[in-house]
């Protein structure tokens, strides 16, 4: 069997990468390395391909022709960074994920794992905080997520593709960066932490 995952050399990506493997995948990554790195992906295995791209560009129509499934992670996440550049998280959350699903639906792929967001909800007051709560973005980045996730199941409802979008909350763990604002929120706890700060 053969898995895309779309972002792979990213923190959650390469994580996926890993459990992959171990139940005897193999993997192709596609990845512009934005904000991935190949140094979180084991180089020498012979059961990882690695695509360097930009998902903002329509992937080539074969390109996932021998794979089953496809994890779409690639995007640009944070919220400060989309209020000063919106259009770059338009384009790469929304038209990105419309491209990998169009390379998804030409080679007739099985199934499709969107990684949604919470921050689709906004500032809530709800916790915790149901799925089924109102969606109410507030930044652009929670806007593009949200705009991919509607865009990926009209695409599952239109073309008949199988799949589930996953809404992560704050997610974190080794590879996390440990910089940034609120979506590195636990890495920056963790690193205060080990500097001995508040």
Known sequence: MKAVVTGGAGFIGSHLV?????????????DN???????????????????NHDIRTPLPPDVFNDCSIVFHLAALADIVPSIDRPIDYM???????????????A?????VVY???STCYGVTSNFPTNENDLIA?????ALSKHLGELVFFHWLNLYGLK??????????GPRARTSGNYGAVMGVFLAQKLAQKP
Not at 91 to 105: C, F, I, K, M, P
């Open 137 to 141: 973005p507030t930044f652009p980045y």
């Open 163 to 172: 799949g589930l979008s996953l809404r992560l909350f704050n997610v974190y």
């Open 107 to 111: 080679s007739n792929i099985k199934r």
């Open 33 to 51: 390395l934005c904000t991935g790195s190949l140094n979180n992906v084991d180089q020498t295995s012979k059961k990882i391909s690695f695509i």
């Open 18 to 30: 890993d459990l992959l493997l171990v139940n005897d995948y193999e993997v192709l990554i596609i």
């Open 115 to 117: 990684t949604a967001s």
């Open 91 to 105: 384009s790469t959350n929304v038209q990105g994920t419309v491209n990998v699903l169009e390379a998804a639906r």
